[in-house]
């Protein structure tokens, strides 16, 4: 069993957790969040799963191994959620083959 943890790697390198966690540390990051939501961001996710990274990579912790699972199984669940902007033709329009009126107004 201990063989098996040894052969499991993080979902992300330790370096894309630094440079998130600077990312969202930074000040153009922290006014566009701001302006955005009207909140500044909370970098602390971030900074959990760079330490967590890296006591992974020292001693293997098993702790670290999970922590690092479960916060990339919430981060994955928090894009899922999202509805798609536009809705999915099933058919195209019955007039798309037609030529479209470039010169002329469109009705309203």
Known sequence: MA????????????????????HC?????????????????????WKQDYQNCKDWEKNHSTQAKDSLQESERKRLADQRKFTPVWELRQKPPSDWHLPLNQGEPQDP
């Open 25 to 45: 540390k930074s000040l153009r990051n922290r006014f566009h969040e701001y302006y955005t939501y009207g909140r500044a961001p909370d970098c602390q996710q």
């Open 3 to 22: 063989g098996s943890q040894a052969q499991w790697r993080p979902p992300r390198s330790c370096d894309i957790y630094c440079s998130e966690l600077k």
